[in-house]
């Protein structure tokens, strides 16, 4: 099996683990600016020790980043800010496993900013795969008492917050796989690790400030939740490794695609760890987008 499907099967469960955690903090004590921050805050500092050890274990000296690789690492630390606070804002409008469906558009997003950004794009059958799994994500975008009603089904806040959330991740994936090729290396994970410690050691330092700014006193609270708050932290760095592993090795759209393997576990959550009942328009909706994972697997293998 190809290295960039094991840290992409790796990633997508570990992310679902840290918004099942954020989905917590958010619901219990921080806001949604805490939640967020607090992935940062925890993370950040291991990812930095890992990418120093690794880089002397393999014997490799300290990169020379270019003015570009600060240019697809920052905007894509931005836009992964953005993303995650609007998937954290939206636990408040659908359930869980709705909540993390409504992300997946991101693969259809990173077609797009794939093709803009870095020229990297996908088959034709591919992108039909992925047609099939938005069709899916549409039906989940049913907000309560619009049955019927498509208008409703695709404008209403929730659908505007899963939408916004999309494109971000995608403009996040997409830059940071500009931002590892950008690195003088042949070795994928080295070049993974460097470019995670930097975004997040500058995450976590914009962060800081804003909270600092604009939400006086959450930063104290992040500290103070720190063992669910540490979790999230031990999870994003997981996950986060997994991702850029695989961005390293393979096209975004691909990655993101073999990602939707999260929605699995992400409705196996609702149900059994938050106890959230789901209709017979979200299951249709689920089987939709599984279909396209299946196809997706099939035609990237």
Known sequence: MSPWIIATVIAAFSQNLRFMLQKHLKTATLSTGGATFARFLYSAPIIAVLAIGYAQVI????????????????VGGVSQITATMCVVA??????????????KTEVLMAVGVGVL????????WGFGAILIGLAGVLILSDP?????RWIKRIWNRAAGLGLASGLFFAISGVTYRGATLQIDSDDAIFRALVTLACVTSAQTIGMAGWLAWRERGEITRVLSVWRVAG????????????????????TVAYVKALGQIELVFSFVASVFVF???????????????????????????
Request: charge should be positive.
């Open 59 to 74: 014997g490799q000296g300290t990169p020379t980043l270019s003015s570009v690789f600060w240019g697809y690492a920052l």
């Open 90 to 103: 939206l636990f408040a409008h659908r359930n869980f496993g709705v909540g993390i469906t409504f992300k």
């Open 117 to 124: 950004v870095l020229g990297e794009g996908v088959s034709l």
């Open 144 to 148: 309560p008492g619009a049955e019927g």
């Open 231 to 250: 979790l999230v932290g031990l999870t994003s760095m997981v996950g986060s490794v997994g991702w850029f592993i695989a961005f390293s090795l393979q």
């Open 275 to 301: 106890k959230e009942s789901v209709t017979r328009r979200e299951i249709a909706g689920v089987t939709l987008v599984a279909i396209s994972v299946l196809l997706l697997i099939l035609i990237i293998r």
